[in-house]
């Protein structure tokens, strides 16, 4: 008994005083402001700005430098203090935010097959380009949602992917990960969009979805500066996004949606009145 | 059964075979439908070019999509008539893609043909031949023939395999193939034994086709090729499994049978090839099984490449209610379509009908565990392992797991009790990590 514990205590002896000649002898020296950055950064390692996580940025930006690479997920106020670190000038981030541009889940569009694979948009979108008649509408199989760094997307009943407006801090992730890109960046304050990712003849979209864009014009007679189409799809000219809103309740299919007055059917998430700044993220 | 003194391979396992419906019905040939769809991919590899216009008349034979690249090959007009539509079609893979319609005159006039001696010809003008005929492997996977054929100077080939196993439920063309043109078959393998010079050939057959095996020992004797029946058992057609069985040499992985000294063309292929090179005839019609429950009168019909599949089933007796499922190819590896109004194309080895109470379908549920896939996996991979790598999305993990080795047999997926997308989610991990790999 006591022959091992004193053999025991001289092994924890012994590799304490290894690890502690280790740790002084292969101590590396690093740079205050990387730690410095590092306590500022979001920390979602989501790899946004363009390097593996938040400790490759600060490592990043010490080593270049620069603060030309953004962390988009930190926003203006993450990238000031910086800015602050690094004594250097700020530079403006944009504040974006992703948004679902379909509200075809299963009840209003159609299935043009019946898939029983994988849940998994990307492996779904290979079989015949998905089971969507649909050629660009949400798959419903929640990719995104699995991808984002943030949790900031749920899968409503139905099928719908719909991002957090409060959640989501911009990263992008979701928009490579979607195989339909049905999911885009916006300016955080525009809160109307067009949610609909087809550009088919509306003839056509009438056919498989209750809720699609059909290239009426109307949207763009009502508010002629805030709408563009292009290729049978209406979009939101994002400058002028705060006129947007007159066309929403004109639109004959229902595919305007202005967020500030809530999301689309189906959705748990409660309706933002203001679009809320983000700054560290949770 | 004596099947464990037969060759074999390790894994795979036993479907009911459902090849008595159409295993002794002779050959018969399709006659034209109304019009013909031609894809120009028919093949693995860049599609071709149009090289024909809309108004455009065409003879049966006459190249009317260029090759592009070197892994690609012609396409050709499988009957004369007038080019009505040159247009995204509905493809066998279930997307619109360019196709060129065609309008059948009905007189099947072919455009000039070159036949030829192989005798006199050399490897290199054997292998344009092929090229030039759009040759492909008929036995489904539909790669560019001459390219197997073209292996790099470092990469001696010393054994030729032919593959008459069809292993896969349903289909037997292949086994009609052999039973009524053997020898053409034969000069197949004679001009493929001319171009590769190897010292062996093998045919290697399931032994559940005696008929096939006796004809082809007889035919073949004091020729130096051997057939040598093969275990019932899939997929024992599956290419590596085959070399493996016959040969005793393992294709490393992420290899090609080349590495190993190997070429294995499918009879279909060998049988075309002879057309192509003695008649100058290119690939334009194929033999393929019409079966399944919901067809009244299965099939072996030879067809024009392009043919509608609604066509083949009307020449089977229609059907009553529309199918639950579509299958162009066997049940474990064909691909499901979306409507029959696709074209059955230089690849389609069968068409299978199933109504909803013919299918198995069970609700998914988590992994029990079992070990099932592990046991039955042909390429020794842990399918399960990779399923949860791909939900998890542990690409790295999956390709340090060997992913790419999966064959896609679906023999895991079969076996699974939990219903689970194996080798969906196998797939999956394949294409995620070439994009990797193509981005790194
Ligand atoms: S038509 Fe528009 S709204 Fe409807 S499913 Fe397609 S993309 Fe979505
Ligand atoms: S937005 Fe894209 S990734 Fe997300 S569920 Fe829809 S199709 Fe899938
Ligand atoms: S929803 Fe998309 S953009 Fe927003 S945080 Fe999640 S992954 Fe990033
Ligand atoms: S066969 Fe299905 S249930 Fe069994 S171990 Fe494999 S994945 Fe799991």
């Known amino acids: ?282 | 059964m004596s099947s464990s003194a037969l060759k074999t391979f390790p894994g795979g396992l036993h479907p009911p075979d459902s090849k008595q419906a159409t295993a002794g019905k002779p050959i018969e040939l399709s006659p034209l439908p109304v019009e013909l769809i031609l894809p120009l991919s028919q093949h693995i590899g860049a599609p071709a070019e149009a090289c024909v216009e809309v108004g455009e008349f065409v003879l049966k034979g006459q190249m009317i999509g260029r090759a592009k690249g070197f892994v690609s090959v012609p396409i050709h007009a499988s009957t004369s008539g007038e080019v009505i539509a040159v247009e995204p079609r509905i493809h066998p893979s279930g997307r619109l893609l360019p196709s060129i319609v065609i309008k059948p005159d009905g007189e099947e006039s072919w455009c000039e043909l070159f036949p030829a001696d192989p005798e006199k010809l050399t490897a290199a003008e054997l292998i344009e031949r092929i090229l030039q005929a759009g040759i492909v492997g008929m036995g489904g996977a539909t790669f560019p023939t001459h390219v197997k054929l073209s292996p790099p100077d470092d990469k001696p080939i010393d054994t030729l395999i032919l593959n008459g196993v069809e292993c896969e439920p349903f289909l037997t063309a292949d086994h009609r193939l052999m039973l009524e043109a053997p020898k053409q078959i034969l000069a197949g393998i004679n001009i493929l034994r001319k171009i590769l010079q190897v010292e062996k050939t093998w045919i290697g057959i399931e032994a559940n086709k005696p008929d096939a095996i006796a004809l082809l020992q007889e035919l073949c004797a004091g020729t130096g090729i051997e057939v040598v029946p093969l275990a019932v058992k899939y997929p024992q057609g599956a290419e590596k499994q085959l070399i493996l069985a016959l040969t005793g040499r393992e294709v490393p992985s992420g290899s090609l049978p080349m590495e190993v000294g190997v070429v294995v063309q499918n009879v279909a292929t060998a049988a075309a090839i002879a057309t192509a090179v003695i008649e100058g005839k290119p690939l334009v019609d194929r033999v393929g099984t019409i079966s399944g429950p919901l067809i009244k009168k299965p099939k072996n019909l030879r067809f024009h490449c392009g043919t509608p599949l609604q066509h083949l089933v009307d020449l089977c007796g229609g059907i009553e209610h529309p199918p639950a499922k579509i299958l162009a190819g066997g049940p474990m590896m064909g691909q499901t379509q979306l409507t029959l109004e696709a074209p059955a194309t230089r690849g389609t080895s069968g068409l299978l009908l199933f109504a909803k109470e013919d299918l198995p379908l069970r609700p998914q549920t988590p992994c029990i565990r079992c070990g099932r896939c592990v046991q039955v996996c042909p390429a020794g991979l842990l399918p399960t392992t990779i399923a949860a790598y791909v939900r998890l999305d542990l690409i790295e993990a999956a390709e340090q797991t060997s992913a790419m080795d999966c064959i896609e047999c679906g023999c895991c997926s079969y076996s699974c009790p939990a219903a689970i997308p194996l080798v969906q989610s196998l797939r999956q991990a394949k294409g995620m990590i070439l994009e990797k790999r193509r981005g790194a």
Do not use: W
């Open chain 1, 1 to 282: 008994m006591l022959a091992s514990i004193v053999t025991l205590g001289l092994i924890g002896l012994l590799a304490a005083c290894a690890l502690g000649f280790a740790a002084k002898k292969f101590h590396v020296e690093i740079d205050p402001r990387e730690q410095a950055l590092l306590d500022i950064l979001p920390g979602a390692n989501c790899g946004a700005c363009g390097y593996p996580g938040c400790a490759g940025y600060a490592k990043g930006v010490v080593a270049s430098g620069s603060i030309a690479d953004i962390c988009p997920p930190g926003g203006q106020t993450v990238m000031q203090k910086v800015a602050k670190i690094m004594d250097l000038a700020p530079v403006t981030a944009n504040p974006q935010i992703s948004v679902v541009i379909c509200q075809g889940d299963n009840k209003k569009a159609v299935q043009k097959y019946n898939y029983l694979g994988l849940t998994d948009c990307r492996a779904a979108q290979k079989l015949a380009d998905g089971p969507k008649t649909c050629p660009a509408g949400c798959l419903g199989l929640g990719t995104c949602a699995m991808i984002c760094p943030f949790g900031a997307i749920e899968m409503t009943p139905d099928s719908l992917a719909v991002i957090d407006r409060k959640k989501c801090t911009g990263c992008g992730k979701c928009v490579k990960a979607c195989p339909r890109f049905v999911i885009k960046l916006t300016p955080l304050d525009a809160t109307t969009h067009v949610l609909c990712n087809s550009h088919d003849k509306g003839a056509l979209v009438r056919k498989y979805c209750q809720v699609g864009c059909i290239a009426c014009q109307i949207c763009k007679k009502t508010a002629p500066g805030a709408y563009e189409i292009e290729n049978m799809l209406a979009s939101v000219v994002y400058d002028q996004h705060r006129e947007a809103d007159q066309a929403v309740d004109k639109c004959p299919t229902h595919c305007i949606r202005n967020f500030a007055s809530g999301y689309p059917d189906g959705s748990r998430f409660a309706a933002p009145t203001v679009p809320i700044k983000k700054t560290k993220a949770a």
